[in-house]
């Protein structure tokens, strides 16, 4: 595989390392194509005997905002279908070290618990901020997330929408390394390297015996994460969490 520089994706290579970088700006918002490309990419990567792990990057000063919800069907495009291409994601063959600055809400928090590690920095924070928004966790963050770092504080993340900063995010484990911004890429990739000079077959099979069913179990969980969300799209509740959300405020729900 040769470098590649998609509008909304590059990748280079540092040795058997592939670096990958979201570029959309300005918040770096998930959306079908992005996430299928981003697939294809790793699937490319799979079948690359030189390439060994990725790093996923972003620019701009968030890891990613997520899914923009705002819009009647959201510039994510169809929900089933951006879940049918993060399912792809679960299902690389190979290690991804996640570097995140800034935000990772909602989608982006799924996108940053595909990888097996995660490094990020003090003033990075985390989001799963679905019920503010009058809506249910997707991405199989349900389970991922619980599976990480404990179902209490899965719960905790998930039940408030509240913002989980660095340190606190690597005190629970959701964060494997906490390093300052200006660091980021270089402390993402010394991670990365580490895990390449070993030997690729070896590290694949663990990794695989690690990881045992959860491209699966995800699968499962997202089909059920979609069927709810369909149904609570439809709500009032919905409808003033996202303008609620856009406008910077608590929404005034009524159950209905």
Request: net charge negative.
């Amino acid at each position: 595989m040769s470098e590649d520089h998609n509008p909304e994706i590059s990748l280079r290579r540092d040795g058997h390392v592939a670096v990958l970088e979201i570029d959309r700006p300005p918040n770096n918002h998930v959306n079908v194509e992005l996430m299928r490309r981003l697939a294809d990419v790793l699937a490319d990567i799979d079948g690359d005997r030189d390439l060994r792990v990725s790093v996923l990057a972003s620019r701009g000063r968030n890891f990613s905002a997520g899914a923009d919800l705002a819009a009647p069907s959201g510039p994510a495009g169809p929900v089933d279908a951006l879940y049918a291409e993060a399912m792809r994601l679960f299902a690389a063959k190979k290690p991804i070290v996640a570097a995140i600055q800034g935000a990772a809400v909602g989608a982006g928090l799924g996108l940053t618990l595909v990888a097996d590690f995660r490094v990020a920095t003090p003033e990075s924070r985390f989001v799963a901020n679905f019920v503010k928004l009058g809506f249910h966790p997707g991405f199989a963050i349900t389970h991922a997330l619980p599976r990480l770092i404990g179902p209490q504080k899965a719960a905790l993340m998930c039940l408030t929408g509240r913002r989980i900063r660095g340190a606190e995010a690597h005190a629970w484990g959701l964060v494997d390394e906490l390093v300052p911004l200006e660091t980021l890429p270089e402390a993402a990739l010394s991670l990365a390297r580490e895990i390449a000079e070993n030997a690729p077959l070896a590290v694949q099979a663990t990794r695989a015996t690690l990881r045992a069913e959860l491209a699966a179990t995800v699968k499962e969980q997202m089909d059920a994460e979609l069927g709810i969300q369909t149904a609570l799209r439809q709500t009032a509740d919905f409808a003033e969490g996202v303008r609620a959300v856009a406008e910077r405020r608590p929404g005034h729900f009524t159950g209905a």
